[in-house]
């Protein structure tokens, strides 16, 4: 798994998968901040750049949660990426569509 691998705006998959930062309210504070800048720079691109921006965070995604159920990643935190990703994706698919 790629630890250093940017998922999420500037959030890296050790910072969801690791134990630091806590879940709550760090790592949601993160991805709220992070989800916010996200959606406001979408109207600045192409529709080019959000199908592959699409493509991207659904590979995030699937990247995430490939070890789903190892007990020693932090369950939490994932599924708080998870939420989150999953509102950046319909946000982009909403856009694609106007």
Not at 2 to 18: P, S, V
Not at 44 to 65: M, P, R
């Amino acid at each position: 798994m790629e630890l250093d691998r940017k998922i999420f705006g500037k959030i890296t998959t050790k910072e969801i998968i690791g134990a630091f930062p806590p879940a709550i309210p760090d790592t949601k504070n993160l991805l709220d901040t992070e989800l916010n800048q996200l959606t406001n720079q979408l109207e600045s691109h192409t529709k080019e750049y959000l199908e592959k921006l699409l493509e991207d965070q659904e590979i995030a995604g699937k990247h995430v949660n490939s070890r789903p159920g190892a007990m020693a990643l932090a369950q939490d935190k994932i599924r708080l990426f998870t939420e989150y990703n999953q509102k950046y994706i319909q946000t982009i698919k909403n856009k694609l569509k106007t």
